[in-house]
């Protein structure tokens, strides 16, 4: 899933001032996520129940499986949580912009870094015109590739 | 960022194999009669599925992906050979475009 953030406009201003942060856990598209992260943890637990006692029975083989599929099942609801609370940190950093991701901006795919693109002005360029248009260039490309990396699956 | 990289390559190669081996060669087997193979392969698989899935996840978080692409690639180790496409997909759609740009940045030209 995209970010479950808002298509559209109101994605670059405020989160949503219509409700508190959470608000997006309860999005129809979130909701279909948490209830394939409950089924799948209840299945998983269950398949390990099931090697549990495929072991007990005397098949030795299954005792890998009894401590593999606790295994996974604890790994989703790391995923799960992991998602959720990036969720929440991104709405924050939309607010604050926060301190952490002027450390971590060199770590960013271009499309998520925030870059300085400076368009011509007066005052730094003296009026060249060449050179403005190529920097205005260069700030379209770069919001081309932001849209475009969003569309990909990136975050924003 | 490389390094993370190289491992998860690794994992998804030797995982992406060893499922091979396990479906095409082991379970045929065991259908014949012989399960030795698909019992010490499977077990294998499922001990090097886990070190996938920890690799992959630490790429996917590096790379920022969204939810979606992140559950493909974890689960792509559980598929045969998909591991080889999820590999190639992950590399032309995100890693190559995030080594990139770590390498050049888009600054305003300066005369």
Known sequence: MENAVPAGPAESAAPAPS???????????????????????????????????????????????TFEWP???????????????????????????SAESEASRDDLPISVRPVQVN???????????ELSAYNAYLARLNAEVK???RWHGLRS | MNAAVLRYRVMAYVTGVVLIVLCFVGIPLQVAGYPAVANDVGVLHGILYIIYLVCAWILSRKLRLATKPTVIMLLAGTIPIMTFIVERWVTRRFINPALASQAEQAEPVRR
Do not use: C
């Open chain 1, 19 to 65: 409700g508190p942060a959470w608000r997006f856990l309860v999005q129809p598209r979130w909701l279909g996520w948490h209830l394939l992260m409950v089924v799948s943890f209840w299945g998983m637990l269950w398949l390990g129940d099931w090697q549990l006692h495929r072991a007990l029975g005397g098949n030795a083989l299954s005792w890998a499986y």
């Open chain 1, 71 to 97: 295994l996974f099942a604890g790994f989703a609801v790391v995923f799960w949580a992991k998602t959720i609370k990036d969720e929440f940190r991104i709405k924050r950093g939309e607010t604050t912009g």
């Open chain 1, 119 to 129: 368009v011509g002005t007066a005052q730094d360029d003296d009026g060249d015109e």
């Open chain 1, 147 to 149: 849209r475009h990396g």
